[in-house]
């Protein structure tokens, strides 16, 4: 079955872990062996083979490119401009896998309808994968006229946090609301008719930003609080918020988002029984507070800077994914329900947005 995978960070692993995501899965492995400088050398799960083996067609892709004041401990970039540059960058590597055939960037109902149709009857084994630009953390945005730029090579959503401190709003593991540039960001993303991405938002910035903002929102990668108490995670007043704004949350595969007490580093994804289907219990459990399966999707973030180490013990591949398709079904979903929490969910709320 098509599967709509709305978080990957692919040009990051291009340009930061230095990995050619065309090769397949134990090349790309092999020539990390040994390697100490990132936590996942040696154990990344997804590469454009291994999506297209999962029949994962479709996906949202992200720029991203933190900007680190002087003692800030996140990795990131000393001024806005380098952080530009750096998703600047990005972009120049999903150009190229354009020109190369591996991938296609979608930016309007026409070139979505094409790609849909493409992978729904017996796609090419070498079939591009379409991508939706996004943009995780804004911090890159140099000012408002950036905006507009970003938009005209393609970009459609915006999340405007990351982690810590940000120019436009705090993220994960910080607090307080959008800063004064972050509500003027999301004013023009209204204008330009951006997606508005939830995610990683504050608690008070995530209010904050949907009282301002009145376009589409959702939320690409984000798994439920009420399963794992933190910050991270929404709670069941925000899931509420979100499906009544009619957005699509994205369940996230990071072990430490899907089950509780997962300290990174150190817990193991066989200690705590990190499974595939442990997605489903935050599936369910928004699926219940909406009382229909219309808001949930995948937005895995399989390569956000973690692989197996911190994964579901049974996933090697982004293609395991497709295994969710049998999983679902005994869970009590319907055929219907299935399909669209594969892809059917993120393709209708796209086509409404995009009409
Ligand atoms: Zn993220």
């Not at 004041?69 to 401009?81: F, I, K, Q, R, Y």
């Not at 017996?122 to 507009?148: F, M, Q, R, T």
Request: aromatic share 8%; proline share 5%; with cysteine.
């Amino acid at each position: 079955m098509l599967l709509f995978d709305a978080h990957l960070d692919l040009s990051m692993n291009a340009l930061e872990w230095n990995r050619d995501l065309t090769r397949p899965l134990a090349d790309m492995r092999r020539r990390e062996y040994g390697k100490t400088d990132k936590v996942d050398r040696g154990r990344g799960v997804v590469t454009l083979p291994e999506m297209r083996r999962g029949q994962m067609g479709l996906c949202i892709a992200t720029q991203i490119g933190r900007y680190v004041a002087e003692g800030n401990p996140l990795p990131g970039w000393h001024s806005p401009e380098i952080a530009w540059a750096q998703t600047q960058g990005q972009l120049a590597w999903y150009r190229a896998m354009e020109d190369a055939g591996q991938m296609k960037q979608i930016v309007d109902r026409d070139g979505l309808d094409a790609m849909v149709a493409l992978w729904s009857d017996n796609p090419p084994p070498d079939a591009p994968i379409g991508y939706i630009l996004s943009l995780e953390g804004a911090d890159s945005i140099v000012n408002l006229s950036y905006l507009e730029k970003a938009y005209e090579s393609g970009l459609r959503a915006i999340g405007p946090a990351h982690y810590g401190p940000g120019r436009y709003s705090p993220g994960t593991g910080s607090e307080g609301g959008l800063t004064p540039l972050g509500s003027d960001l999301v004013r023009e993303m209204d204008r330009l008719g951006m997606v508005l991405d939830a995610t990683h938002l504050t608690d008070e910035a995530f209010w904050e930003s949907l009282e301002i903002f009145q376009g589409p929102v959702w939320a690409s990668h984000n798994n439920c609080r009420a399963l794992v108490p933190h910050q991270r995670q929404f709670s069941d007043d925000q899931l509420k918020e979100l499906i009544r704004r009619d957005a699509v949350i994205g369940g996230a595969f990071d072990a430490w988002m899907m089950v509780p007490n997962w300290i990174r580093g150190k817990t193991t994804p066989q200690e705590t029984g990190c499974r595939i289907e442990t997605i489903i219990d935050h599936i369910d459990h928004i699926c219940q507070l909406a009382g229909n399966a219309r808001h949930c999707g995948i937005g895995s973030d399989l390569d956000g800077g973690y692989g197996t180490e911190q994964t579901a013990m049974d996933l090697d591949s982004i293609a395991d994914l497709q295994r969710l398709d049998g999983l679902l079904r005994p869970r009590g979903y319907s055929e219907a329900d299935v399909t669209a929490i594969m892809h059917g969910n993120w393709i209708r709320r796209l086509n409404e947005i995009w009409s």
